[in-house]
């Protein structure tokens, strides 16, 4: 406190100059009269007692010094010295400031640019309040190889009540709603949520209310909270929009409350957090299956909060105690053999665990770029010391304290290195709008990207942190001169050349290695890429473009039109008759989100039982099944192997038939002929209020695998169903032929709403945009990934360029007496390239120890490639040295083409 | 050597706080002298020492200053003690009495003590 108090005085005398000189000179003046009086008395003379007394007190400069010190803060105000030198320092060689601040621009920009992304996704995952106590609550049968199979209701309501969690919601990944009655009728995205959702989420309406969390309704409450976004563009912000009533496929709902503006869902896909419409629902009544504990909810996310203070450890340990006794309560429902366990996952994970790899490697590939840049820039200041070895030799013949010396440089070299940061940040953040326009749409929290104060923060620490960490080592190899040497000698050949040469060497050295590094990292990124691009996938997406609709799904199954497949067939085949007959289709095919290949995102796995090994429901395992229309499989281009395909004749009333790929052949029925088994699939949880056990279906045919869910992933288990036996609510019109992308939509959508005026029609897209944006996290981090080593590649001939350089004049004396000796201007020549290619030699074998290392820690991004993938190692190690034989050869000739008489003469 | 100074640093400004706090307001000179008599010159410090570390215990908020007469109507400067020194200085007794007791114990332990 007293220190504190000392301190902002002093602080405050710095800042308004104030001196208390005046006040002291006083003072010692009147103790000296004091003094000299009692001198006298004591029967001094009066010069006596007067210089008895100015000897008493003691040298009057040195307690001016020191009350001084004392007043104001000395170390501020040397730094401020400091400051103004470094600055005229580096006004006068603008060359040398230029390059060092432009490369301290480029690394720390660089590093700015991707912490800017890290920050608004990995740090800041989940926009609301106490993120840490959320988590995504998932319910595995690892025994029968079924993850994430979803929850019943009688669970939840366990989970509810087990004391682990202040509140646990279910809400739907997100699904479309037709939203009609206005101007054309629109799709929009809702989830169904029980209504503590947002209890638990912690956030609350920015207009009216949430739902209330204790609201027990079976079904839906036919409330509606919808967001800002929404509010704004449908309903112009009106005011009086609470209880306003709107028509969702063909049901009524109020609105009882508007989200605030920049809420975003939780959800791993832009379109989850995108949700306009929340739906409460109790979802134990009709539309929903019964509340039975065998019924389990698919594809909902269970998010819940954590009571305060749990650790997801000890919540996890509290869940499994919970499930041994409900297995105990309820042999029946969970087996043995399904080993039915409950797990938790941080709901940060959830939203940001697919990229951050790509993120983390970013983040390493720039720092790398980062250290470059500092190596890069330490190598200039060490050139540099051997011009100033003069100034700092006769500065210390002057008194200067070595510890001030490096004080000094140092504060020279940090204001390099700010200067360097703050022109990077600058550049961001002008540029900010064009850069993010590279970052790939699928990224989460795109949007929440932003180059503000925090990101300046950064910048700033880095740059300081950058600074001290490469400044100490040259400002104190600068500050160790030979004083008698360097005077005497012009300033050259002094002792710490040596040293600064050797530690030059090791920077060099150092920058080929990292280097290297990030040009395998790259090479290896670049041929994953390339495979997955070149990637055969099974399906044929030139000239395909997919068109989706939605229909409605009301409430009460008997309102809907489109109940039954037959029902819906008649809508289906008028809208393929006049897909056909649009200009430039050749073929026309139907099918569900599902089958929309590597675009969709919500995949719903169905449990198969087979025939002969037949299970419950619940401990069945689950495959991937799509629901298409005959023309399909032909329409993609994927062959048929054996059996049939759909046909005419496959309708709602005959026998229910399925075709499988190659890979549920051989992992369900190894050994076996797949065609004519039976399995028992369920598709929409309607059918469980009627009946228990869903219908066989036949398998009548194997097509071979294609790569519809991810191109990395060569044969995941599909089934397929004909559209015209079961019944689909999100559909996608698939055309092939010369089309035109600009006019397709507004074509199908007049054909479609010639049919049925109430149907939306949205998201045209080709396949093979489909297929690329698939890559686009992939294709940014390995043209980022890229751009990094080719600025580090830059960055290292650079290195070894100004090394190579320096050397040879240094060695300009040498040189030229071996010339006048009669060496062989070819020997100089190799003499000064073997020098780069040793520095080379060692660099790449460091940098390959170092590349393998991390080639192995990235192994999960890699496809097709091995992490030791020898042609890429060779590959880059022959760039590089081949740069480093470059970037030293122009030195070379320069001492090749040395006049030994003029340089002997000069020096 | 440096560590002496230290010491007297520490000790000098617990000197100041107590003749401050015997003699009342007091000018620079007054508590030089005061405190050289009562130490028996033992402490020949250049009395000069003495103004920065005033100036030190008035930013800390220990002591005041203002200028004004002195007996022999000479201006000078008096420093007084504040609230906040005095507490300062009983709090810095009580330690240095129990830093004293403790050393003087160690004083007087004898071989024979110990065994």
């Keep these: 406190m007293r220190f504190l108090r000392r301190f902002l005085i002093r602080l405050l005398n710095f800042a308004t100059r104030q001196s208390a000189d005046q006040r002291l000179q006083e003072e010692i003046a009147e103790h000296l009269a004091f003094q000299t009086e009692e001198n006298l008395r004591a029967g001094m003379s009066p010069a006596e007692a007067r210089r008895q007394a100015a000897l008493k007190l003691g040298s009057a400069e040195a307690i001016r010094e020191h009350h001084h010190t004392e007043q104001s803060l000395p170390l501020i105000e040397n730094l401020l010295f400091d400051l103004r030198y470094a600055v005229r320092m580096l006004l006068r060689s603008p060359g040398f400031s230029f390059i060092a601040i432009a490369t301290m621009a480029l690394g720390v920009g660089a590093t700015t640019a991707i912490y800017s992304v890290i920050d608004a996704t990995l740090l800041h995952p989940l926009p609301y309040p106490n993120p840490a106590e959320l988590?995504?609550?998932?319910?595995?049968?690892?025994?029968?190889?079924?993850?994430?199979?979803?929850?019943?209701?009688?669970?939840?309501?366990?989970?509810?009540?087990?004391?682990?969690?202040?509140?646990?919601?279910?809400?739907?990944?997100?699904?479309?709603?037709?939203?009609?009655?206005?101007?054309?009728?629109?799709?929009?995205?809702?989830?169904?949520?029980?209504?503590?959702?947002?209890?638990?989420?912690?956030?609350?309406?920015?207009?009216?209310r949430t739902f209330d969390p204790h609201d027990a309704t079976p079904g839906y409450n036919l409330e509606v909270v919808i967001s800002d976004g929404l509010w704004k563009r449908e309903f112009g912000a009106d005011p009086h929009i609470i209880g306003k009533a709107l028509r969702l496929d063909n049901d009524v709902y109020h609105v009882v409350g508007v989200m605030p503006r920049g809420f975003r869902d939780q959800g791993s896909t832009s379109e989850e957090q995108n949700t306009e419409l929340w739906l409460g629902a109790g979802m134990a009544a009709l539309p929903?299956?019964?509340?039975?504990?065998?019924?389990?909810?698919?594809?909902?996310?269970?998010?819940?909060?954590?009571?305060?203070?749990?650790?997801?450890?000890?919540?996890?340990?509290?869940?499994?105690?919970?499930?041994?006794?409900?297995?105990?309560?309820?042999?029946?429902?969970?087996?043995?053999?399904?080993?039915?366990?409950?797990?938790?996952?941080?709901?940060?994970?959830?939203?940001?665990?697919?990229?951050?790899?790509?993120?983390?490697?970013?983040?390493?590939?720039?720092?790398?770029?980062?250290?470059?840049?500092?190596?890069?820039?330490?190598?200039?200041?060490?050139?540099?010391?051997?011009?100033?070895?003069?100034?700092?030799?006769?500065?210390?013949?002057?008194?200067?304290?070595r510890m001030r010396l490096i004080r000094q440089l140092l504060t020279e070299i940090l204001l390099l290195f700010l200067l360097g940061?703050?022109?990077?940040?600058?550049?961001?953040?002008?540029?900010?709008?064009?850069?993010?326009?590279?970052?790939?749409?699928?990224?989460?929290?795109?949007?929440?990207?932003?180059?503000?104060?925090?990101?300046?923060?950064?910048?700033?620490?880095?740059?300081?942190?950058?600074?001290?960490?490469?400044?100490?080592?040259?400002?104190?190899?600068?500050?160790?001169?030979?004083?008698?040497?360097?005077?005497?000698?012009?300033?050259?050949?002094?002792?710490?050349?040596?040293?600064?040469?050797?530690?030059?060497?090791?920077?060099?050295i150092s920058e080929l290695?990292?280097?290297?590094?990030?040009?395998?990292?790259?090479?290896?990124?670049?041929?994953?890429?390339?495979?997955?691009?070149?990637?055969?996938?099974?399906?044929?997406?030139?000239?395909?473009?997919?068109?989706?609709?939605?229909?409605?799904?009301?409430?009460?199954?008997?309102?809907?039109?489109?109940?039954?497949a037959t029902q819906e067939s008649v809508l289906l085949r008028e809208i393929l008759r006049r897909s056909r007959s649009l200009p430039g289709v050749e073929e026309a095919a139907v099918g569900d989100g599902a089958a929309l290949?590597?675009?969709?995102?919500?995949?719903?796995?169905?449990?198969?039982?087979?025939?002969?090994?037949?299970?419950?429901?619940?401990?069945?395992?689950?495959?991937?099944?799509?629901?298409?229309?005959?023309?399909?499989?032909?329409?993609?281009?994927i062959p048929l192997l054996r059996g049939r395909l759909f046909n005419d004749q496959d309708l709602e009333d005959t026998p229910q038939v399925a075709v499988i790929n190659q890979a549920a052949a051989r992992t369900y029925w190894p050994g076996q002929d797949p065609l004519s088994k039976r399995v028992r699939l369920r598709l929409d949880p309607r059918d469980m209020s009627s009946s228990d056990t869903p219908p066989w279906t036949t398998i009548?045919?194997?097509?071979?695998?294609?790569?519809?869910?991810?191109?990395?992933?060569?044969?995941?288990?599909?089934?397929?169903?004909?559209?015209?036996?079961?019944?689909?609510?999100?559909?996608?019109?698939?055309?092939?032929?010369?089309?035109?992308?600009?006019?397709?939509?507004?074509?199908?959508?007049?054909?479609?709403?010639?049919?049925?005026?109430?149907?939306?029609?949205?998201?045209?897209?080709?396949?093979d945009d489909v297929l690329s944006t698939s890559l686009s996290v992939r294709r940014f981090s390995m043209e980022m990934v890229a751009f990094f080593a080719a600025t580090a590649l830059l960055l290292a001939g650079l290195g070894i360029y100004g090394t190579i350089s320096y050397v040879v004049n240094e060695q300009r004396r040498e040189t030229a007496i071996r010339l006048a000796l009669g060496a062989q201007r070819g020997n100089i020549l190799k003499m000064v390239l073997r020098r780069g290619l040793g520095l080379a030699t060692a660099g790449a074998g460091l940098g390959v120890a170092g590349a393998l290392i991390v080639s192995h820690l990235m192994a999960g991004l890699l496809y097709g490639v091995s992490p030791t993938d020898l042609p890429t190692f060779a590959g880059v190690t022959v760039v590089l040295t081949g740069v480093a034989l470059v970037a030293s050869y122009i030195p070379a000739l320069r001492a090749m083409r040395l006049d030994p008489i003029t340089t002997l003469h000069s020096e | 050597?440096?560590?002496?100074?230290?010491?007297?640093?520490?000790?000098?400004?617990?000197?100041?706080?107590?003749?401050?706090?015997?003699?009342?307001?007091?000018?620079?000179?007054?508590?030089?002298?005061?405190?050289?008599?009562?130490?028996?010159?033992?402490?020949?410090?250049?009395?000069?020492?003495?103004?920065?570390?005033?100036?030190?215990?008035?930013?800390?908020?220990?002591i005041a200053s203002e200028w004004g007469a002195s007996e022999n109507n000479r201006r000078a400067r008096?420093?007084?003690?504040?609230?906040?020194?005095?507490?300062?200085?009983?709090?810095?007794?009580?330690?240095?009495?129990?830093?004293?007791?403790?050393?003087?114990?160690?004083?007087?332990?004898?071989?024979?003590?110990l065994r």
């Design chain 1, 135 to 208: 988590v995504r609550i998932v319910d595995n049968l690892p025994g029968v190889g079924a993850p994430d199979v979803g929850i019943s209701i009688p669970e939840w309501r366990d989970l509810e009540s087990s004391g682990i969690f202040q509140s646990v919601s279910i809400s739907s990944t997100g699904a479309d709603v037709n939203l009609t009655g206005s101007a054309q009728p629109e799709r929009l995205g809702f989830k169904h949520v029980t209504p503590n959702y947002f209890a638990v989420l912690g956030v609350d309406a920015q207009l009216g």
């Design chain 1, 288 to 401: 929903f299956p019964p509340p039975q504990r065998g019924i389990r909810l698919e594809s909902r996310a269970v998010t819940a909060r954590l009571k305060p203070g749990l650790s997801i450890a000890a919540a996890e340990g509290h869940l499994d105690a919970l499930v041994e006794s409900l297995k105990k309560q309820y042999p029946a429902e969970y087996p043995v053999q399904s080993a039915w366990t409950v797990r938790l996952i941080p709901l940060s994970e959830t939203i940001v665990g697919s990229v951050r790899q790509s993120l983390i490697l970013l983040f390493g590939a720039v720092g790398l770029v980062l250290l470059i840049s500092c190596v890069n820039v330490a190598n200039l200041l060490l050139a540099r010391a051997s011009v100033r070895g003069r100034e700092i030799a006769v500065r210390q013949a002057l008194g200067a304290q």
């Design chain 1, 421 to 508: 940061g703050m022109a990077g940040f600058a550049v961001l953040f002008c540029t900010q709008h064009f850069l993010l326009r590279l970052v790939p749409e699928s990224l989460p929290h795109l949007n929440d990207i932003a180059v503000g104060g925090g990101v300046l923060v950064f910048a700033v620490a880095v740059s300081v942190a950058a600074g001290t960490i490469f400044g100490l080592a040259p400002a104190w190899l600068m500050s160790r001169v030979d004083l008698m040497g360097t005077l005497r000698q012009e300033g050259r050949s002094s002792s710490g050349t040596r040293e600064r040469s050797r530690a030059r060497q090791t920077l060099v």
């Design chain 1, 513 to 564: 290695a990292l280097s290297l590094v990030l040009m395998v990292a790259a090479g290896l990124l670049l041929r994953s890429f390339w495979d997955l691009f070149k990637v055969q996938p099974g399906f044929n997406p030139a000239r395909v473009m997919a068109i989706q609709t939605w229909l409605p799904g009301p409430n009460d199954p008997a309102a809907d039109i489109y109940r039954t």
């Design chain 1, 597 to 637: 290949p590597l675009g969709h995102s919500h995949i719903s796995p169905l449990p198969l039982i087979r025939e002969g090994l037949e299970t419950k429901a619940n401990q069945a395992p689950v495959i991937g099944g799509s629901i298409v229309s005959p023309e399909y499989f032909h329409l993609l281009g």
């Design chain 1, 700 to 767: 009548v045919g194997v097509i071979a695998d294609a790569r519809t869910e991810s191109l990395a992933d060569a044969v995941i288990p599909q089934i397929y169903r004909s559209v015209y036996q079961r019944p689909a609510k999100d559909l996608a019109i698939f055309l092939r032929g010369q089309l035109d992308p600009s006019a397709i939509s507004a074509q199908v959508r007049e054909q479609v709403q010639s049919i049925d005026p109430e149907l939306p029609v949205f998201h045209a897209e080709t396949l």
């Design chain 2, 1 to 62: 050597m440096k560590e002496k100074a230290d010491v007297l640093q520490g000790t000098l400004a617990l000197m100041v706080l107590k003749t401050l706090d015997v003699l009342g307001p007091q000018h620079g000179w007054g508590i030089a002298r005061r405190i050289e008599q009562i130490s028996g010159d033992l402490l020949a410090v250049n009395q000069g020492t003495l103004y920065p570390l005033l100036l030190k215990l008035e930013h800390e908020g220990s």
């Design chain 2, 78 to 113: 008096f420093y007084r003690l504040t609230g906040a020194g005095r507490k300062q200085l009983l709090a810095e007794t009580r330690e240095w009495e129990q830093t004293a007791a403790i050393i003087a114990r160690f004083f007087n332990v004898k071989a024979e003590d």
